[in-house]
């Protein structure tokens, strides 16, 4: 989304490390905090958007239209207040995208098997050449009673659980080693 009308992002240098000293609050670029906000031209040319960038990421944690100033050609610019909601939400997009992250990672749910209840985790390991999950069964006093290595897409349910706990907890779905 970048255009030439766009200001150019600050490099990270050891004079960045002190936000106050390094502050930039221009019309279409502040940077403050650890964040940086810059309104750039849209790639249809249909107005303006605005970027939001935490220190040391390339990407933009957060992309969104931006307000036409009063001459209906010119971005609105920044300032202080619009800069703080930036990066709340932005700070918020990324909270939720981490929430996500560790959900689809670890998966929980509770059985009842063998007259007691049974938490059965699922912890998947990404990894780019050997990911793995491992499959564990804590008891209704919290103790872990077993744990197995299974694939990374080993589908966790109900019925599946159960019957491992009713099975001994043998192994299921494991790689071959």
């Keep these: ?32 905090n650890g964040w940086t906000a810059r309104v750039i031209k849209n790639e249809d040319d249909d107005g303006w958007a605005v970027e939001m960038f935490k220190d040391g990421e390339t990407e933009p944690a957060l992309v969104g239209p931006w307000t036409m100033g009063r001459d209906k050609k010119n971005p609105k610019p920044l300032d202080q207040a619009a800069f703080n909601t930036l990066v709340k939400t932005a700070t918020e997009v990324l909270q939720r995208h981490a929430q996500q992250a560790h959900a ?23 990894d780019e050449y050997e990911p793995f999950a491992t499959l564990s069964a804590i008891d209704d006093e919290g ?14 349910t109900n019925a599946g659980a159960a019957g491992w706990i009713a099975g001994g907890f043998p192994r299921l779905g494991r790689d071959e080693d």
């Design 143 to 156: 103790e872990e009673v077993a744990r197995v290595r299974v694939r990374p897409d080993f589908r966790l």
């Design 104 to 126: 689809a990672l670890h998966k929980r749910l509770t059985v009842f098997a063998l007259e007691r209840q049974w938490e059965i985790r699922l912890d998947i390991t990404p």
């Design 1 to 32: 989304m970048q255009s030439t009308d766009s200001p150019t992002l600050p490099e990270p240098t050891d004079a960045t490390q002190d936000s106050a000293a390094a502050a930039i609050h221009e019309d279409r670029l502040w940077y403050d």
